[in-house]
């Protein structure tokens, strides 16, 4: 029950990560996602079996160090934001605050009243708080196509932000499961400090 209260939670965690990016590339002029029907916490629309259902139970059953999946991702059009230096590094921001703010939720439900949840729901609680702090850190990886690259663009002088745009194109080229062999093989070889970092951010939340 725990496990499969935690998979719920993260698969509503993933919809409310692609909403929120939807949601604030609406607010800077850009309609499409509204358009297309995806400002919606109805989860039909965004999920993606694979990555909404298979992965995240997958890696929740086999206890990994990491619980981590995608949703099938919102359109937008960048050139409608109505900031173009900041507006896509704003709009890819916005998932994983959102799963930040999501863990910073449930951790302080655990921390202020995890006496009175019970064994069950302080477990899956605490699976809710470690995979919201998995998606925000992993999204920020600056491997484009992830929200990380988006951020990183804006920040790099324009020479260098046209030149580490056209990684993105690259990325594309691999396919999506290129880019989980990708970022699983990042997983795989920096694992040991990203879940320290982990573990350290859900202590400061849950208070353990």
Same mark, same amino acid.
């Given at each position: 029950?725990?496990?499969?209260? $935690? ?23 850009? !309609? ?16 993606? !079996? ?15 160090? +990491? ?7 919102? !359109? ?7 900031? /173009? ?7 890819? +921001? $916005? ?16 921390? +202020? ?10 477990? $899956? ?5 470690? @995979? ?26 324009? /020479?260098? @932000? /046209? @030149? ?26 920096? @694992?040991?400090?990203?879940? /320290? ?12």
């Amino acid at each position: 029950m725990t496990i499969l209260i $935690a998979v719920i939670i993260l698969i509503f965690s993933i919809i409310l990560h692609e909403v929120a990016h939807g949601y604030v590339a609406d607010l800077l002029g850009d !309609p499409t996602a509204r358009y297309s029907g995806r400002l919606t916490l109805n989860p039909l629309p965004h999920i993606d !079996p694979m990555g909404s259902v298979i992965i995240p139970g997958l890696l929740a059953l086999t206890h990994s160090p +990491f619980l981590f999946g995608w949703a099938k991702p919102v !359109p937008y059009n960048p050139y409608n934001l109505k900031n /173009q230096k900041w507006g896509e590094a704003m709009v890819g +921001f $916005a998932g994983p605050f959102t799963n930040f703010i999501i863990a910073l939720g449930f951790g302080l439900v655990i921390r +202020f009243s995890g006496a009175t949840l019970g064994d069950t729901l302080t477990s $899956a609680f605490a699976l809710a708080v470690f @995979s919201n702090l998995s998606l925000a850190i992993l999204n920020l990886i600056p491997i484009p196509p992830l929200d990380g690259s988006k951020v990183l663009k804006a920040l790099l002088p324009y /020479q260098l @932000s /046209q @030149s580490y745009g056209r990684l993105e194109g690259i990325s594309y080229a691999l396919g999506p499961f290129g880019l989980v062999a990708v970022l699983l093989l990042f997983i795989y070889v920096f @694992s040991a400090p990203v879940s /320290q970092f982990v573990y350290y951010l859900f202590s400061l939340i849950v208070g353990v």
